[in-house]
């Protein structure tokens, strides 16, 4: 069965508002979590990787007061994005794993 | 720089026909990962296989396959006697040894015909 977990699986929203995703790891505990973003027919781009206990590390180009952040327990990690607009309309994905690096199911985010 | 390029953009087979997907990487660690992930329309990324650098022994796993070629950078994913349920999106990733990020690949689309 799953191994990670995602919180909404899909969510439409007003543009100006915030949404928040939760990214869990069911059967082991994850210091490290990835956030990704897919854009329709296209390759999934790393947008961060979420650190259990500290700041995240985001990659270049991503905007960290706009997708925040928050690896609160080795369990779960939370992607907000914030004062959304509809160009951050996509599919999000989040990963946990060490070795096997498994994906969560991923949320569709749709801005309005 | 890590790099996986997938040059098949979108493949078309009629079911029952065998099928190789390919992968070529570039890396300058001599210790990194391989990885073949299936998207199918659902979304959700699917583990197939992952393989390390020091293994370059050819994987079976029922109707998939993997040939492992350091000499050519490549990780080549067949699947014999494709069915309609191996339509998706596949992806191949590339983690180097001193790291934790995957990198993707463009992905290939498989549409598997009756």
């Known amino acids: 069965g799953a191994v990670v977990s995602q919180h909404p699986s899909r969510v439409i929203c007003k543009s100006g508002t915030s949404v928040k995703i939760e990214c869990r790891s069911l059967?082991?505990?994850?210091?490290?979590m990835f956030w990704y973003r897919q854009f329709p027919k296209q390759s999934l781009m790393l947008m961060a990787t979420?650190?259990?206990?500290?700041?995240?590390?985001?990659e270049q180009g991503v905007e960290k007061d706009k997708f925040l952040i928050n690896h609160a327990s080795l369990t779960l990690s939370t992607l907000t994005v914030t004062s959304a607009h509809p160009e951050d309309s996509s599919f999000y994905i989040c990963?946990?794993?060490?070795?096997?690096?498994?994906f969560g199911p991923g949320t569709r985010l749709t801005v309005t | 720089a890590q790099k996986v390029t997938q040059a098949q953009t979108e493949i078309s087979v009629v079911e029952k026909e065998d099928v190789t997907l390919d992968c070529v990487y570039e890396?300058?660690?001599?210790?990194?990962?391989l990885f073949w992930y299936k998207q199918p329309p659902s979304g959700e990324l699917v583990f197939l296989i992952r393989?390390?650098?020091?293994?370059?022994q050819n994987e079976i796993s029922g109707r998939y396959s993997w040939n492992f070629q350091k000499s050519t950078s490549s990780f080549n994913f067949t699947i014999t006697a494709s069915q309609v349920v191996d339509s998706a999106v596949y992806f191949c990733?590339?983690?180097?040894?001193?790291?934790?990020?995957?990198?993707f690949g463009t992905g290939t689309q498989l549409k598997v015909e009756l």
């Open positions: 990963s946990a794993g060490k070795d096997r690096r498994d």
């Open positions: 979420s650190n259990e206990g500290s700041k995240a590390t985001y």
């Open positions: 393989r390390n650098s020091f293994d370059e």
């Open positions: 990733a590339l983690r180097e040894g001193g790291g934790n990020k995957l990198t």
């Open positions: 059967d082991f505990q994850a210091t490290t």
């Open positions: 890396t300058r660690d001599t210790t990194y990962y």
